[in-house]
């Protein structure tokens, strides 16, 4: 199993729908989780982190933890064509070390 | 800021090979890490650094693989005698270290390295 797994797409979502990515993980003692948004031929950045249950809302981004369930998932609403790339999970284990899943293309259609 | 400097930015060299590549994190930050990407294994950390101590190397893919942070401004990673099979994007990141549940654990990462080897 791997520690951190993610549906490799690609995701293909209209202009203005949401477009609802999922990450799940392993290690049932992680406890902080980040969204990296990387474009083709880029490096990945930071879009935001969650460590509490529930949801946080960042501008159109929401990201949602449910520990009990060692699931992550990001919203995006209001897609735009600006929002394709790949998305990337990524789970703290231990003090730093940050794994990351494979990651999902998603293609925004206008 | 100028952010993580890495260079070089491409790299083409033939099977055996000595490849150096090399990493300037952001002012500040004490933690530096090197990660590897390919389109098979994905994001793979390869070892992180804490106030310039090497402090996780668990995955560096074997002996032919070093890396060094001699200051707090710069790293090296090594691949000698370089194979094929290394080639990939290598990227550095840094981040203030941090212990608990906080957003200091952030990593910033730098443009890239991409390595061919022939």
């Known amino acids: 199993q791997k520690e951190v797994e993610q549906n490799s797409g690609p995701l293909s979502v209209p202009e203005g729908a949401i477009a609802s990515l999922n990450c799940t993980y392993s290690?049932?003692?992680?406890?902080?989780f980040f969204w990296y948004r990387q474009y083709s031929g880029k490096s990945p950045e930071l879009i935001m982190f969650i460590y509490s249950n529930g949801d946080k809302e960042d501008g159109r981004f929401t990201a949602q933890l449910n520990k009990a369930s060692q699931y992550v998932s990001l919203l995006i609403r209001d897609s735009q064509p600006s929002d394709s790339a790949t998305y990337l999970c990524a789970v703290l284990q231990g003090a730093q070390k940050l794994v990351f899943g494979q990651g999902t293309r998603l293609t925004i259609n206008p | 800021d100028a952010g993580v400097i890495q260079s070089p930015r491409h790299e083409v060299t033939e099977m055996g090979q000595e490849v150096t590549l090399r990493c300037k994190p952001i002012?500040?930050?004490?933690?530096l890490f090197w990660y590897r990407q390919t389109m098979m294994r994905g994001l793979e950390l390869l070892i992180y650094f804490n106030n310039n101590v090497p402090i996780d190397d668990s995955g560096m893919p074997e002996d032919r693989f070093s890396a060094k942070m001699p200051n707090a401004s710069f790293s090296t990673l090594k691949i000698q005698p370089s194979e094929p099979r290394d080639s990939a994007v290598y990227f550095c990141?840094?981040?203030?270290?941090?212990?608990?549940?906080?957003?200091?654990?952030?990593?910033?990462f730098g443009a890239g390295s991409r390595l061919t080897v022939l």
């Open positions: 290690d049932r003692g992680s406890q902080s």
């Open positions: 990141a840094s981040s203030r270290m941090a212990g608990g549940l906080s957003g200091a654990n952030v990593l910033t």
């Open positions: 002012s500040g930050h004490n933690s």
